[in-house]
Every structure is written in structure tokens, then in C-alpha cells.
């Protein structure tokens, strides 16, 4: 896939009317991992399923009617298929949650396309785009319909790995609302099967106003990656470092090939 196609893919999401984004560093999450651009090999199919929970987080919803983060499981599976060795098509179905205020919920779902150079983990050198489309609870969001579009940009440096994710969430209320919310990893291969990173997930608010540190969101992820029985295993301890994120999550990933 040639840069030129990439950009035209990025450029898709903006012909309709752009927007914002409802993150927030004390808001329940579905999916807190950085992409590095592998993709499901033609007409494999694969589920990946996320999971986290928040041992000490806020007793305050991210908005009036929303998910209390304290002690809020949230978990949802992710089906993949490999359309083409370029193009990977992905639905997460359905979202559910068990919090304190809700109890147990079902938030929503999101579908996804998946565009990144072939073979990226051969590459010294490799990037993408995914564009996620959500369907969302009142609970889960202020806004019925949101989306996500991110960019993917990384380097295989011998076993050690660099990927950013410079994402912009979009809520459809104008393009200068758009809210960057990066996501970043740094990752060490020390043998085949056990690889040991630091993540970092931050929300710095509407691109046209960025937020102060202090109420941005930032947390860092110590992550630990490990294949078993063919089955990919990342398990993380976030730690949020401002007054705007939860201070402590924990996240669990397993996924595996279908067939």
C-alpha cells in the first residue's frame, strides 16, 4: 500500500462533518491498546478479547447519567477478518460493563476498517490507519454516534519496538473539536515468547484548545506480552499521573487465530 493510498484513506472520515471527542481519563474504556499495524492473514478469521478493570478510579461520572470508573469491569470481543494482506475488517460486539451506579450494562458496539502496509512486523519500518465507528449507549456516551480515526506509525528496531498512535476522536460537532488522544508504546523483545513495554494513553482535548496538563489525561502502562498455547496473552498496570485519571487499572488481552 503506497502513502498515497494511506492518505486518502486517513482523509475519508473528514468528508462528512468532524467532531470531537468524549475521552476522558476518568471514563470506563473498552479497548486500551496500541495498535502496531498486524493484521489477520486473508480469510483468517480472529477474536481478540479485551478486558479491564479499575481498582481505584472515580466515584464521578465522565458526564451526568455515565459509568462510575471505580471498581468498573469492562470487557467486549473483538472479531477480525483478514479481507486482503493490506485490509482487516473488525467488529466489537457487544460492549458490556458491570459498575457500581449501573450494575451490569450493555454499552454499545463499534465496527472497524483496518489499512497497513503488508507484513508490518518484517519491516523496520511501518505504518497504517484503523477507522472505528460506535453505536453507543446513553450510558457509554453523551453522543449516540461517535468515531475514532488512527493513525499508525512504528519502528522494529531489533527486538525493540516504537509505535505511536496519534489518535483523533471525533463526535461529529466540527472539525476543530476534534480531540487528540494519543497512545504511545516502547516494547523489548527479551526472548520469542516474553516481551516487556511501557504504554502511555493521554487525552489532551479539543485540538484547537488544548487542555493544561493538569487536566489532561495521562496514564502509563507497565505491560507484559507472552504467547501460550497459541493464544497471545498482554496483561498491563495502568497508573494515572494527573488529577484527571484514574489512578490505578489493570487490562488483560488474549487473542488467538480462529482457523
Known sequence: ????????????????????????????????????????????????WHQNFTPKGSNVPGFPGGLISNHAYVGVPEWAYGVTEWWELGLYMPIY??????????????????????????????????????????????????????????????????????????????????????????AHRFTPNWTLGLEEYGDYGPVHSLKTFHNQAHQFYFIADRRVKGIDVEAGVGIGVTASTDKLRVKLILSRDLN
Not at 463499534?110 to 518484517?122: E, G, N, Q, S
Open 97 to 186: 460493563s458491570f459498575t457500581k451506579n449501573h450494575g451490569s450494562s450493555l454499552n454499545g458496539f463499534k465496527i472497524r476498517t483496518l489499512f497497513a502496509v503488508p507484513k508490518a512486523d518484517k519491516r523496520r519500518f511501518f505504518y497504517g490507519a484503523n477507522f472505528e465507528f460506535s453505536f453507543n449507549a446513553k450510558q457509554w456516551d453523551t453522543k449516540r454516534f461517535t468515531s475514532e480515526i488512527r493513525p499508525i506509525v512504528g519502528w522494529h528496531l531489533g527486538d525493540t519496538d516504537i509505535i505511536v498512535n496519534p489518535i483523533l476522536d471525533n463526535s461529529y460537532i466540527g472539525v476543530k473539536n476534534l480531540d487528540l488522544a494519543p497512545a504511545e508504546r516502547l
Open 1 to 48: 500500500m503506497s502513502i498515497r493510498t494511506l492518505c486518502l484513506l486517513l482523509a475519508l472520515p473528514l468528508f462528512p462533518v468532524i467532531a470531537s471527542a468524549q475521552t476522558d481519563g476518568n471514563r470506563v474504556t473498552d479497548e486500551i491498546q496500541v495498535y502496531d499495524a498486524h493484521l489477520a492473514g486473508p480469510g483468517i478469521f480472529n477474536l481478540t
